[in-house]
């Protein structure tokens, strides 16, 4: 597709269970975001990355947190030992680099931990 | 202190009024800005970019001021589907984005 796809749309899970949250960027986007949304609330900021790399990872929350971008392209965000606190949309958001590029969203990962 | 800073609102107008709202940035260094729309549970969606000559898009003026570190948007002659939450955003040299709490708009008939 021409947009940024995420995957799961929605995600149940119970308290101390493991996820995994796809996001596939637009293609030729070398900048690739995580952000997490609580209602009420803009974007917060988790990491971005340049590539493979991480470029910033200063928001993940705690080591419970972590996310890979192995080829460049598709990232995967993992959460560990879930709590209910981490319940949220997940987005993802990917650019061209470079100063002025907008980023652009996908539709976002509804995460429910009960 | 926080990278981008919004009133939440809400701001409840009727069709047809000219609403703005503003956003002021903390890092003196930031490149680029924009405002972002976002609907109930959908995604943010760009909205426009913001220059420091100012730009219009139709009824939609955004204006930069670098000085004070502040940035605006003015919507004129409000419709029923401006309804949504307006994000202020704000870009470093690293390509970092950092989003405002965003600003509630509802248009009344």
């Known amino acids: 597709g021409a947009g940024v796809s995420q995957t799961p749309s929605n995600k149940v899970t119970e308290k101390g269970k493991y996820v995994e949250l796809r996001c596939d960027p637009i293609s030729g986007h070398t900048a690739l975001y995580w952000y997490r949304q609580s209602l009420g609330q803009g974007p917060e900021f988790l990491i971005y990355?340049?590539?493979?790399?991480?470029?910033?990872d200063s928001g993940l929350p705690n080591d419970r947190f972590f996310a890979v971008r192995p080829e460049g392209s598709v990232s995967t965000l993992k959460i560990q030992r879930t709590e209910r606190g981490d319940s949220a949309v997940y987005l993802c958001a990917s650019s061209l680099l470079g100063s002025g590029n907008t980023i652009y969203f996908g539709e976002g990962s509804w995460l429910t931990v009960v | 202190r926080k990278e981008v800073e919004q009133d939440p609102g809400p701001f409840n107008v009727p069709e047809g009024a000219t609403v703005a709202f503003n956003c002021t940035y903390s890092n003196s260094a930031s490149q680029s800005f924009f405002w972002y729309r976002q609907d109930c549970r959908k995604e943010p969606k760009l909205l426009m970019s913001v220059y420091s000559s100012g730009n219009e898009d139709g009824r939609f003026t955004a204006q930069l001021n670098r000085a004070s570190q502040y940035i605006s948007l003015l919507i004129r002659d409000s419709k029923l589907s401006d309804s949504a939450t307006y994000l202020c955003?704000?870009?470093?040299?690293?390509?970092?984005?950092?989003f405002g709490t965003g600003t509630s708009l509802t248009v009344i008939p």
């Open positions: 955003v704000v870009a470093n040299t690293g390509n970092q984005f950092y």
């Open positions: 990355f340049q590539g493979t790399g991480a470029a910033d």
